[in-house]
């Protein structure tokens, strides 16, 4: 009964509320006509509706919008216009519920990028006054990019009530580049002023045009600064970007690396199934989505890729384990077998994952939390990801090497490594300890793979594409070595990415190839070079 | 010995019954190929393809097959790689004699079986759009040409609905088809007025997956102020991580509109479209488009591969159209024969999937529709413009120098597929 009240006063809560929006202007003709066309024949019949309906100023318009934005328009056979929520329909023009609507009957209301952008921009003119600075924001600045007429008057008289800092700023901003076309000599001096404290490209652009038109040496001079002085400050915001995508590709083909750091490195086992690890890994992360999707209710799905990291070690762990059992350990000291049977490996895993979940790409969703960046200055987009995936490679890093460091396996796997007779002598049962180091440094790659789930495909094939950066990293980092593998994946991941952006990516890649070559020519061992059985045998 | 006799007589036996068998099977069947990668980098792809030609095989069989004998649908798998495509290639034409081919997805695996099919005198449908540049009297070319593709899509985004572009960024996967579409695309952007100056042609490796860079050099070539389109023909893998940072940089469609030609409804359902809307993609077929075809096509594919959720793409609207044409060819030569069936193919009729019908040209490659779509939020696109009528297309581009003159036309006095005078100029 209880139960039922609590559904019943929600069930109230959630027809109530969205109705408020209609009921505070009694329906009038301008927007019941301006709503009629906008399902209109032409995408300019559209734009003209909209248009019509942001100059009504009409509280109601709002929701209509969103509605058409969000492809939640459609229209009934009679040509009247409904609004879908969740399954449930509502008259576009009183706001009303309508029970008896069939999906079937209704036509959906397109629209395309034209109608998008002028659909945005309405949207934010009706925000000018929102409470929120975010939207206050972004209304000022849908205003200028679309450079409606008379938005410098609207943008100067929102800027004398506005007390907010950031949105004083924004709203500067976007009058400055309107004023950059005005008649009005002294106005364009003063935008130029302005700007010239921007980083923004767009603004750069903006002033170039600008000095192409005009003739006012004075005018032209103050640009030249200005443009000078943006230059100069979205040139050191390149580097920065540069190097924070160099560390972030550094930090992905760490990830990579670090369980064949272990499996190659500590133990000399050439695994080239190394990247099906990977792969492996990354499957766990799908199949503990769709289990959430599944079983779980939607507010915790973002959760789902924190429960898919251990999951995700304990499964391609014990792939390794069983791996290392049944066909590796017989091949030690017989590095060709090992490359071949792995690689052979390699294809059957892939072949077998191609079975169960067919060849297609899967969807690993990044969680809301992942998804995407803070704008930084200059048209430098922070991206979550990436962050996350940076500060993720170093907390495995770390617990890693704290597990060698301090653990009692981590010792006996030292031990094994350094000298396995001696090792065998003094008790430690080296069988064992293979199994179980081979399962970590597997374990970890199935976390990479994880990882790396949230930043490309989810494929049959995905492994194949870190393979040889994996290689490429614990060779010039130094076989065996942590440090190494941390020093190597992100020295090639910042020197890939300044070279991106002059050599281009192709090029950039073979430079980096050849660069790798000359110096294992120099220095066969890496930066760093631990002694190990890699090494003795 | 007696014993050793018996055993010896028994072999002989069933090796006899075993080939007649084989003969009789041989009388019986009509043998088609399907050649298309099921493993490796492509299988992502072509596996659907094998797909459809065994759903098409399977529904000719029961309608009672072709010219009263069983479709027998003969499949290997070239697995990726080039120069097995062109054994496999053989396999089929030799060994086992199939009447026709439906496969290959790349253009170096076209070009890798190109040879043995001519020289077998094999046929071979091939489903995907391609860059144009090549007419075999053995390769029936369903996909579209960059006429049908490329430069109604970079039409489009010129026009007042498509944002009115002026400068674009030609972003590519390095290898021939890219490198050649933004040839002709590059030709036919200066041809409209387009400075080389505004005009930024980037490639990047097979499976590259770290976007960034480029994302921010995309940001940055649209910060000029004039407006921007991206062209990507960035094919297989890349796909998915370029489109991730494209929604994770906050690129908005309204802002910097991408259309790519190698992206359909099957290559959306590995990425999450919700910050895609609007990206655009331009085929010659949709699984949105609402016709009672595509419908009945659609519910048949489910019906096949028992499942729902899986989806429909433009390869296989070609591949459909490439097989119906090969059965109407053989029902009206009366014989598999593939001097007769190519004879009869030309003006060969199917109803598209999406409306009108597309036809087989004497310069074997089809006249078709061009739709324009946008991404919607459930991985599907929205068709915000379309042809009015079908295109022919090209297999010479008139933007590229080299092929001024060059004629495809497999038909009386032309008969070649690349010439500048027609081979039985004399007999005129």
Sequence with gaps: MKALRLVLVLASILCIRPADAWAADAPSGDFESAVKALNGDSYDDKIAAIEALGALADGRAAPVLQAMLDGHLAALPDQSLVISENGAYRDALTGAILNDVKADDLSDITINNRVRGVLDGVLGQLSLKSPDPDARRKAAQAMADRRTPGAAEVLRAMLAGETDASVRSTVEAALGTLDLLSPDRSRRLAAIAILAGSSDPNVKGQLERLQDGEKDPELRKAADK???????????????????????????????????????????????????????????????????????????????????????????????????????????????????????????????????????????????????????????????????????????????????????FGLQMRAVAQNRPMAAAMGIRTGRVDALTFGLGSGIAGIAGVALSQIGNVSPNLGQGYIVDSFMVVVFGGVGSLWGTLLGATSLGVVNKLLEPYAGAMLGKILVLVFIILFIQKRPRGLFALKGRSIEG | ????????????????????????????????????????????????????????????????????????????????????????????????????????????????????????????????????????????????????????????????????????????????????????????????????????????????????????????????????????????????????????????????????????????????????????????????????????????????????????????????????????????????DVNAVRQALYGQKVKNLTGGEAVMNSNHHLSKPVMIGEIKPDGQFNVVWKTKSVIKADAWSPFIAEDKGKVADWTFPWACGNCTEPKFKAYQ
């Excluded at chain 2, 299988?43 to 029961?62: G, P, Q, R």
């Excluded at chain 2, 062109?86 to 190109?114: H, M, Q």
């Excluded at chain 2, 997956?209 to 991206?230: H, L, N, P």
Aim: glycine content about 8%; aromatic content about 10%.
């Design chain 1, 226 to 408: 200005a443009i000078a002085s943006i230059t100069f400050r979205l040139t050191l915001i390149n580097v920065g970007a540069n190097l924070f995508q160099g560390l972030s590709l550094g930090s992905v083909l760490l990830l990579a690396a670090i369980g064949l750091a272990i499996t190659f490195g500590v133990m000399g086992v050439i695994n080239m199934a190394h990247g099906e690890m990977i792969m492996l890994g990354a499957y766990t992360a799908y199949v503990v989505q769709e289990a959430f999707v599944a079983w779980l209710p939607p507010t915790v799905i973002g959760l789902y890729l924190v429960v898919a990291v251990p999951i995700a070690f304990l499964a391609t762990g014990l792939v390794g384990i069983a791996l290392e059992r049944g066909l590796i350990r017989f091949l030690y000291g017989r590095p060709l077998e090992t490359l071949l049977s792995t690689w052979g490996i390699s294809l059957i895993l892939q072949q077998v994952v191609r079975s169960i979940f067919g060849a297609p790409n899967k969807e690993v969703a990044n969680p809301a939390w992942m998804t995407g960046g803070v704008d930084m200055t200059g048209g430098f987009t922070l991206t979550w990801n990436r962050l996350v995936i940076i500060l993720f490679c170093l907390a495995v890093l770390g617990i890693l090497a704290a597990v060698l460091r301090y653990s009692r």
């Design chain 2, 1 to 336: 010995m007696k014993l050793m006799r018996t055993i010896a007589g028994a072999g002989a036996l069933i090796a006899v019954a075993t080939a007649s068998q084989a003969a009789m099977a041989a009388e019986d069947t009509i043998k088609v190929g399907v050649l298309h990668s099921l493993s490796g980098t492509m299988a992502i792809s072509e596996t659907t393809l094998k797909d459809t030609v065994l759903m098409m095989v399977d529904d000719l069989n029961k309608k009672g097959g072709l010219l009263g004998k069983k479709v027998e649908a003969v499949v290997v798998d070239p697995a990726s790689n080039w120069p097995l495509f062109a054994e496999k290639a053989r396999e089929l034409l030799e060994k086992d004699k199939v009447a026709v081919v439906f496969g290959c997805w790349t253009s170096v695996s076209r070009k890798s079986v190109l040879p043995v099919f001519e020289q077998d005198n094999g046929l071979l449908f091939y489903p995907v759009q391609y860059e144009g540049e090549e007419s075999s009297n053995n390769v029936f070319y369903t996909g579209a040409a960059p006429n049908q593709q490329a430069i109604p899509a970079v039409e489009y985004l010129m026009s007042k609905d498509g944002g009115e572009a002026k400068r674009w960024v030609l972003e590519g996967t390095d290898y021939v088809y890219p490198r050649t579409t933004n040839k002709i695309l590059r030709a036919f952007l200066n041809s409209k007025g387009i400075a080389d100056a505004d005009i930024l042609e980037n490639y990047t490796p097979f499976g590259f997956s770290d976007w960034q860079t480029e994302v921010g050099k995309i940001k940055q070539f649209a910060a000029a102020g004039k407006k921007t389109a991206v062209v990507s023909t960035i094919n297989g893998d890349a796909n998915v991580p370029f489109y991730k940072e494209l929604a994770n940089q906050g690129i908005k469609a309204s802002d910097i509109p991408v259309v790519a030609f190698s992206v359909g409804e099957e290559e959306l359902a590995g990425i999450d479209t919700k910050n895609l809307v609007g990206h655009l993609a331009a085929w010659n077929y949709f699984e949105s488009v609402k016709t009672p075809e595509n419908d009945a096509f659609i519910k048949q594919w489910h019906a096949y591969v028992k499942n729902d959720k899986r989806t429909t793409n433009d390869p296989m609207e070609a591949t459909y159209i490439g097989f119906k044409m090969w059965t109407q060819a053989v029902l009206q030569a009366g014989t598999t």
